[in-house]
């Protein structure tokens, strides 16, 4: 076994395990990938103070996410098709998850279902939801997340339509999808990923197919979604949602202070400062660069969270830094599944606890409460705060 030491080790080690097609739909943008690129470029331009002589020991990472302890400020994202990256992947991430004590984030087009979930973790985890033009299946999903015991809804509002991937199209991952010999052939030289996915609990996107109540398969549910996603989708939608769901309420795919503002007025918990990974609006700014304007005008009176480019502790460490109260990680626990499974995501996890761990030290800090704009480098130029 490759002795594992960063999340770049991750991601090769999955690129050999899991065939190209679903590879490259965690790994890729869309469109030119702009945005995809500029989150992890903008989030590796920016540089700390380093400080010498400053007591740091008996650091703690612990923090509070969503009005929840934790062990560190950083979820699982909700990421689609998980899956298909390793059988039963949502329920192994959830459980990795649970016993580094933070949070896992189902997303809507997981493979395993809300129950799923439930079954295979003791504690609470949070749940994603796309709004389709079919409404009944909004209520209908969001019931189980309450009847499952979700603390924590996520209300994606960046994906009224869906972005063009050029990968997915080229590699035939569409709806209906496209099988060449060159996926075909891929599929077959993989087979213990092959094996694990069939011996999975699930092979369609559970959450559809409860809804449903027929047994079509992965690319008919997938193309019941794609079919019914809403691009009437508007901020009506919000206080509708807010009506079926009591519990803490995020708003996913933020980018601009307006929108931040107008979430908070409508009494949402919470916003995640994101562009989907750089898989929705190519050209649109990095997480990072947006993230200082949004803190300051809504951080007061909502809880600011961030997603996008974070592949080490040190990407955790400046987020915090420029305003965020934690973060979400998706292609980074997806490497970390593909390659390893279950203990794959445990390894990112203490990967990126590690480096926050060492980097707060090397910056003068012992306690998540400790980390501010004053920990980065201004080179009077600007860069400290993008």
């Given at each position: 076994m490759p002795i594992v030491t960063n999340i770049e080790d991750l991601r090769l080690l999955a690129r050999r395990k899991i065939p190209r097609a679903i590879f490259e739909y965690v790994d890729r943008g869309s469109y030119d990938e702009i945005s995809y690129r500029a989150n992890s470029e903008d989030l590796k331009?920016?540089?700390?103070?380093?400080?010498?002589?400053?007591?740091?020991?008996?650091?703690?990472?612990?923090?509070?996410?969503?009005?929840?302890?934790?062990a560190m400020p950083v979820?699982?994202?909700?990421?689609?098709?998980?899956?298909?990256?390793?059988?039963?992947?949502?329920?192994?991430a959830a459980r990795a998850a649970?016993?580094?004590?933070?949070?896992?984030?189902?997303?809507?087009?997981?493979?395993?279902?809300?129950?799923?979930?439930?079954?295979?973790?003791?504690?609470?985890f949070w749940f994603q939801l796309y709004v389709f033009r079919d409404r009944g299946f909004s209520?209908?999903?969001?019931?189980?997340?309450?009847?499952?015991?979700?603390?924590?809804?996520?209300?994606?509002?960046?994906?009224?339509?869906?972005?063009?991937?050029?990968?997915?199209i080229k590699n035939g991952l569409e709806v209906p999808p496209k099988?060449?010999?060159?996926?075909?052939?891929?599929?077959?030289?993989?087979?213990?990923?092959?094996?694990?996915?069939?011996?999975?609990?699930?092979?369609?996107?559970?959450?559809?197919?409860?809804?449903?109540?027929?047994?079509?398969?992965?690319?008919?549910a997938g193309a019941w979604a794609n079919d019914n996603f809403d691009a009437s989708l508007s901020w009506k939608d919000v206080?509708?949602?807010?009506?079926?769901?009591?519990?803490?309420?995020?708003?996913?795919?933020?980018?601009?202070?307006?929108?931040?503002?107008?979430?908070?007025?409508?009494?949402?918990d919470a916003i995640v400062v994101s562009n989907h990974g750089g898989r929705q609006l190519d050209g649109a700014p990095s997480t990072i660069a947006a993230l200082p304007r949004?803190?300051?005008s809504v951080g007061d009176r909502i809880e600011v969270l961030f997603d996008g480019g974070i592949r080490s502790g040190q990407d955790v460490l400046k987020a915090l830094a420029l305003g965020a109260r934690g973060c979400l990680i998706g292609r980074a626990f997806l490497y970390g599944l593909a390659a390893m499974g279950e203990a794959g995501v445990a390894k990112a996890l203490s990967l990126i606890a590690e480096e926050l761990r060492v980097s707060m030290a090397l910056t003068g800090v012992r306690s998540i409460d400790e980390i501010g704009r004053d920990i980065l480098f201004d080179d009077h130029g600007g860069r400290r705060a993008m």
């Amino acid at each position: 076994m490759p002795i594992v030491t960063n999340i770049e080790d991750l991601r090769l080690l999955a690129r050999r395990k899991i065939p190209r097609a679903i590879f490259e739909y965690v790994d890729r943008g869309s469109y030119d990938e702009i945005s995809y690129r500029a989150n992890s470029e903008d989030l590796k331009a920016i540089r700390f103070r380093q400080r010498v002589l400053i007591d740091a020991d008996n650091r703690s990472l612990a923090a509070t996410m969503l009005g929840e302890k934790v062990a560190m400020p950083v979820a699982i994202a909700p990421t689609g098709l998980t899956g298909l990256v390793h059988g039963d992947g949502e329920m192994l991430a959830a459980r990795a998850a649970e016993k580094a004590g933070i949070r896992f984030t189902l997303s809507t087009m997981s493979i395993c279902s809300i129950e799923d979930i439930r079954s295979a973790i003791s504690g609470p985890f949070w749940f994603q939801l796309y709004v389709f033009r079919d409404r009944g299946f909004s209520e209908q999903v969001i019931a189980r997340a309450r009847a499952a015991g979700c603390t924590a809804l996520f209300l994606t509002v960046d994906l009224p339509l869906r972005g063009q991937r050029h990968a997915d199209i080229k590699n035939g991952l569409e709806v209906p999808p496209k099988l060449t010999l060159r996926n075909a052939f891929d599929i077959i030289s993989k087979p213990a990923w092959t094996f694990g996915v069939l011996m999975g609990r699930r092979k369609s996107f559970g959450n559809i197919d409860a809804y449903l109540k027929e047994k079509r398969g992965v690319w008919a549910a997938g193309a019941w979604a794609n079919d019914n996603f809403d691009a009437s989708l508007s901020w009506k939608d919000v206080g509708w949602i807010r009506g079926l769901w009591p519990g803490k309420l995020v708003l996913k795919g933020v980018l601009d202070v307006e929108d931040a503002k107008k979430a908070a007025d409508l009494g949402a918990d919470a916003i995640v400062v994101s562009n989907h990974g750089g898989r929705q609006l190519d050209g649109a700014p990095s997480t990072i660069a947006a993230l200082p304007r949004i803190a300051e005008s809504v951080g007061d009176r909502i809880e600011v969270l961030f997603d996008g480019g974070i592949r080490s502790g040190q990407d955790v460490l400046k987020a915090l830094a420029l305003g965020a109260r934690g973060c979400l990680i998706g292609r980074a626990f997806l490497y970390g599944l593909a390659a390893m499974g279950e203990a794959g995501v445990a390894k990112a996890l203490s990967l990126i606890a590690e480096e926050l761990r060492v980097s707060m030290a090397l910056t003068g800090v012992r306690s998540i409460d400790e980390i501010g704009r004053d920990i980065l480098f201004d080179d009077h130029g600007g860069r400290r705060a993008m």
